[in-house]
């Protein structure tokens, strides 16, 4: 079964307004085995709105609409249903009479607008909305289904899960699963990792392949759908192997993220973490203490910006600073320095030329060192786009070299 989603807000396109309902409906979608092929944000226009709702209603089977059925002129969700199927416009005398019933029991008088909620395009069933006034709308039109549903999202959600999903899957004709895996890689860009996977790519239909990349990590997404979670873990299962071997750089799947990798090792090992960072100003620090339960491993952070800091508190000695403090020397000097001044185990250090203008080096110049009980090791690292991206980038080249450390794997 084939979904679209829409939502219905002004306030959404002028961003005033963060739009968590797609995002919700869809992993709820996704969960149920039903498909969502688009999602489109309409502002309260009735004229758009009734043509959103018509293209959906030609290309897909049901269609879901957050917000607009509200009390307020601005709330035309009902009306842009009945512009778009030509349904007259119904009344609900039950609904009117628990409106009244809802404001009474709070002990006020209920605005006369509100009875507009109790308006309906003919033929529509009314979803019982337990947290709110406006009921939910089920309608089936022509062997479509449309549900409108609140734009707050305490409301839609309980709708939603209460009685869209069921009623989806039921048309759909039982449960269905809708299993993703998402592989984590590092070290290789978008383009390459595509092209190392395009002919696993072009064979496949269920599961598929998708990629994605944020922070210089590349992920694959591959998505199987089945009767059940089994038979969906066993059509990803031969893929993901296969992606494995062919690329050589997974280091982790969905949650397992580069922080509480770091973390789940530094616990085997019971070993603490600190950082020493110059270019970055802190940012390796702040996606390690992000996560909860981060003060049982992360002693501190020593952010050396200028020089003298690097000399006077973790003391790199003079000469090497004067030789270069974008260098390896550099790095390790502040790491071993932080290991000292934090009482860390491990240190990851970040010295560089983060621009926009060249420190010492061409901008993009990143140095990176790890000092453990075991041992210290330096990097140099060249990072592509702007200082915003070189920082990002290397934040999460910091955590990569982190976790090779700290498992003992290193690098070369």
């Given amino acids: 079964m084939n979904v679209e989603v829409i939502a219905v807000g002004t306030e959404l396109l002028l961003g005033q307004i963060v739009n968590t309902n797609l995002a919700t409906i869809g992993r709820a979608l996704a969960e149920a085995g039903l498909d969502t092929y688009r999602q489109v944000v309409v502002g309260d226009n009735l004229e758009r709105l009734a043509e959103a709702i018509r293209e959906g209603l030609a290309q897909s089977d049901a269609i879901i609409l957050t917000g607009g059925i509200g009390p307020t002129q601005d709330d035309i969700t009902r009306e842009g249903i009945c512009a778009a199927t030509g349904l007259g416009m119904g009344y609900s005398d039950e609904w009117a009479a628990h409106l009244e019933e809802w404001w009474a029991r709070r002990g006020s008088e209920m605005p006369p607008n509100n009875l507009k909620q109790a308006e309906h395009p003919t033929g529509a069933v009314l979803i019982p909305n337990p947290k709110g006034t406006a009921p939910g709308l089920d309608l089936t039109i022509d062997g479509k289904r449309i549900f409108a549903l609140p734009g707050v999202p305490a409301e839609m959600k309980l709708m939603l899960a209460d009685h869209v999903i069921p009623a989806l899957v039921e048309v759909e004709g039982g449960p269905a699963v809708l299993r993703s895996r998402v592989l984590r890689s590092y070290g290789l860009g978008e383009s390459k990792v595509a ?29 199987a759908k089945a009767a059940t979670i089994e038979e969906a873990d066993a059509l990803i299962a031969p893929v993901e192997a296969a992606v494995r071997e062919r690329l050589g750089t997974v280091f982790g799947a969905d949650d397992d993220t580069l922080e509480s990798l770091i973390f789940r090792a530094l616990g085997e090992r019971g070993w603490t973490i600190g950082t020493a960072e110059s270019a970055t100003g802190g940012m390796v620090v702040a996606r390690l203490t992000a996560v909860p339960g981060a003060s049982d491993f992360v002693r501190g952070s020593v952010v050396s910006y200028a020089t003298e800091v690097k000399e006077q508190v973790l003391g790199v000695p003079a000469q090497t600073l004067a030789a270069g403090v974008v260098s390896e020397e550099t790095a390790l000097a502040m790491a071993a320095g932080a290991r000292s001044v934090l009482g860390a185990d491990v240190v990851v250090a970040v010295t560089g030329s983060a621009g926009p203008d060249p420190q010492e080096r061409e901008v993009g110049t990143m140095v990176l060192a790890v000092a453990t009980p075991e041992g210290a090791r330096a990097r140099t690292m060249r990072m592509p786009g702007d200082r915003e991206r070189i920082r990002t980038y290397t934040t999460t080249a910091a955590l990569h070299l982190v976790r090779l450390a700290v498992t003992g794997e290193w690098w070369t």
């Fill in 195 to 223: 092209d190392l996977l395009s002919d696993i790519y072009d064979g496949l239909t269920n599961p598929t392949m998708a990629f994605l990349a944020s922070a210089a990590e590349i992920k694959v997404r591959l998505t």
